[in-house]
Nanobody
């Protein structure tokens, strides 16, 4: 079992920044992938950014060049630095953990564990 604890959501004005964190605890394989997804009201959960255990990253086109994902394997923690936030970034953000994943994972169904979600609200 893996538990994920997220923090860092909140409300900001457009152009502002927020930093989300996700810490994993429990028993898991050292080869894994972590990612952030988001879900806006009435929409499906969608991939935002992901990072493998070796540090490979990828982003959704809508956030590329504005968001940065990073991780510290010694702390079992991943962060999502969100800059130049836009109202359309408003959503609940979820941290996902894919055990045994050596490559980037984009599909919701491939993630084994999820955090509780944290609300990000960007006002214009």
């Amino acid at each position: 079992q893996v538990q994920l604890v997220e923090s860092g959501g909140g409300s900001v004005q457009a152009g502002g920044s927020l930093r989300l964190s996700c810490t994993a605890s429990g028993t898991f394989f050292r080869i894994n992938a972590m990612a952030w997804f988001r879900q806006a009201p009435g929409k499906e959960r969608a991939f935002v950014a992901g990072i493998t255990g070796s540090g490979n990253t990828d982003y959704a086109d809508s956030v590329r060049d504005r968001f940065t994902i990073s991780r510290d394997n010694s702390k079992n923690t991943a962060w999502l630095q969100m800059d130049s936030l836009k109202p359309e970034d408003t959503a609940v953000y979820y941290c996902g953990f894919a055990n045994y994943a050596g490559r980037m994972v984009y599909s919701v169904g491939k993630y084994d564990y999820w955090g509780q979600g944290t609300q990000v609200t960007v006002s214009s």
